[in-house]
């Protein structure tokens, strides 16, 4: 049975899944080495400083002399510069592989389109855009930070059966559950696959969140705090469950503590996003509140959107967002939850 480069690719692609949340600011990479329709050996970017994809694949292969008349299989374009490792076209140059097939170029300026030249200048037969639409869609995050020169933005939140986002009467630090408890794993979960989580100060205040992802194992993402005018206190719960975060401060505020940067706020979210941009931060889940969410909305900065809508009607609040163009992407059901995922077309675009 002859396989075709698709079969191969999909396999890439899981492995590449394999180092959500812990590559970046790297993309996720697999890599899968193929001789006679059978893989011979395959290996993944596990995480950023650790070798690429393709030096664990040539590493997992047992007789070194096949990949002489093997097939390497790639989601994204070999390097060909220096950064934490060396160029991945000169290991497969020097492995004499014959045949590379790639998924996607890389949108990286010191990457694209020169190690697939470097690799054809050296007899190499390359196949590239091999379901290049999936490739690109896993790595929306190193795509968007490259190409756009900004993090990819994530909003989420959950709103009440009548579209309330949260009470009137909510007590201090006591956090009105909208959604159900596996709804709330899974938003941690989703905190393990970003490198920020974004809230306002007004969230910090009222419900003094830890900003962990405790349930769900793996890192947590740092904390991203919009607090124009410094009102975070020194005893908030995200400074002690946290060894690092982004604590943003209006340019004009004098005195500020030792871990606050600051910005020009005048210039809106796009002042939040170039900073992130600066500290490598790919991607962030901005979570809240309200304000904070309907401040990426209106700045049309944003990418795609996840919506938990819980059972109980609140009947008076905070109203959730409803008058943006979010686009429907899909629906499903979280346990007694509906989530639904929105995009942002004209940024969303591969």
């Known amino acids: 049975m002859k396989f075709d480069d698709n079969l191969f690719m999909k396999r890439c692609l899981e492995l590449a899944s394999k180092g959500v949340g812990i590559t970046s600011p ?83 300026p010191r990457v694209s389109g020169r190690g697939i030249r470097k690799l054809k200048e050296n007899k190499i037969d390359v196949t590239i855009n091999v379901l290049e639409y999936e490739c690109k869609k896993l ?3 190193f795509f968007c930070y490259q190409k756009n020169k900004r993090p990819y933005v994530i909003l989420k939140w959950a709103e009440s059966k009548d579209g309330f986002i949260a009470p009137n009467n909510q007590k201090k630090e006591e956090i009105y559950w909208i959604s159900e408890f596996e709804s709330r794993k899974l938003a941690h979960k989703w905190r393990s696959e970003e490198d920020s989580i974004v809230v306002g100060i007004n969230t910090i205040l009222s419900d ?102 819980g059972g109980k009607n609140i009947k008076s609040g905070i109203k959730a967002p409803s ?16 989530l639904t995922y929105y995009s942002n077309e004209p940024e969303n675009k591969l």
Not at 67 to 95: M, Q, R, S, V, W
Not at 224 to 234: R, Y
Not at 323 to 338: H, V
């Open 26 to 108: 790297n993309p996720m990479v697999g890599a899968v080495i193929v001789l006679n329709n059978e893989i011979i050996g395959e290996g993944y970017h596990k995480k950023y400083g650790d070798n690429h994809a393709e030096v664990n694949a040539i590493n997992s292969v047992k007789n070194k002399s096949l990949l002489k008349k093997a097939t390497l299989y790639i989601n994204l374009e070999p390097c060909n510069h220096h950064g934490k490792t060396p160029p991945c076209t000169d290991l497969i140059i020097k492995k004499k592989i014959p045949k590379v097939v790639i998924g996607t170029y890389d949108p990286n």
């Open 139 to 141: 790595n929306k995050r």
């Open 208 to 309: 003094n969140p830890e900003l962990t992802n405790r349930y769900h194992k793996g890192k947590s993402a740092i904390p991203l705090i919009i607090d124009p005018n410094n009102k975070l206190k020194n005893n908030s719960k995200v400074l002690k469950k946290h060894s690092k975060i982004f604590h943003l401060i209006d340019l004009k505020i004098n005195n500020h503590k030792n871990y606050s940067s600051k910005i020009n706020y005048e210039d809106g979210v796009k002042s939040i996003l170039d900073y992130a941009h600066k500290k490598y931060i790919n991607s962030m889940l901005v979570e809240g509140g309200a304000k904070t969410i309907n401040f990426f909305l209106e700045s049309n900065l944003w990418d795609e959107a996840r919506v938990f809508r």
């Open 323 to 338: 008058s943006y163009n979010l686009n429907l992407i899909t629906t499903e059901k979280i346990g007694k939850d509906r």
